[in-house]
């Protein structure tokens, strides 16, 4: 794989496409591990037949987690292996958790809550400005206030899988949040 990466970079540079070695290396590895990440997750989650189910709760995920970051782990065999444990078993598990109004409000309100207060979980390898932890939050905040009116809508319209998939991203941060400030 490092010979193909190698012709990669050096095709590039020919074609005058004029990246850093180091950061060409780290961009490689990073989407590779997203793409192993993405294929054990959806080999699981198609084995169980739960896949609809699941991007109901990994999209959303996701995306939150693009806004307000997240625990990060010291070795990368550790968080590939959270990730895929969080991707497969998280879904699973919102099923079991009940459905009702107030919990969904409840929910969703402390997970706004958390952000309001926290922001972003900043990592000390990738220091965020004042700034960028507003501009993030208050996506993070709007996404919050998406999803809760996402899960309302389905709630109303009488779907209880979805919901609980919806309600179980943010359940999933405030846990995450929680764990943060203890760190």
């Known amino acids: 794989m490092r010979k193909i990466y190698k012709e990669i970079y050096l095709y590039l540079k020919r074609n005058h496409i004029n990246l850093e070695e180091d950061i060409y290396y780290y961009g490689i590895e990073i989407l590779t591990s997203y793409l192993l990440c993405f294929l054990f997750t959806f080999f699981i989650l198609l084995y169980f037949d739960f896949v609809i189910e699941a991007l109901f709760y990994i999209i959303p995920f996701i995306i939150l987690r693009s806004c307000v970051g997240g625990l990060h782990l010291n070795s990368k ?3 590939f292996t959270v990730t895929i444990l969080t991707l497969c078993i998280f879904p699973f598990a919102a099923q ?3 459905i009702t109004i107030n919990l969904i409000i409840t929910v969703h309100i402390a997970c706004i809550i958390f952000i309001y207060k926290v922001q972003v979980m ?3 390898n990738k ?3 004042n700034e960028e932890k507003l501009y993030l939050s208050k996506k993070g905040l709007c996404f919050v206030l998406l999803l809760f009116a996402i899960a309302m809508l389905l709630y109303c319209l ?3 899988i979805f919901v609980k998939e919806i309600q179980f991203v943010s359940m999933t941060y405030i846990f995450e949040f929680i ?4 760190m």
């Open 77 to 79: 065999i550790g968080c």
């Open 96 to 98: 079991l958790f009940p």
């Open 122 to 124: 900043d990592h000390e």
């Open 127 to 129: 220091k965020l400005t």
């Open 158 to 160: 009488g779907d209880r």
């Open 179 to 182: 764990m943060y400030i203890q």
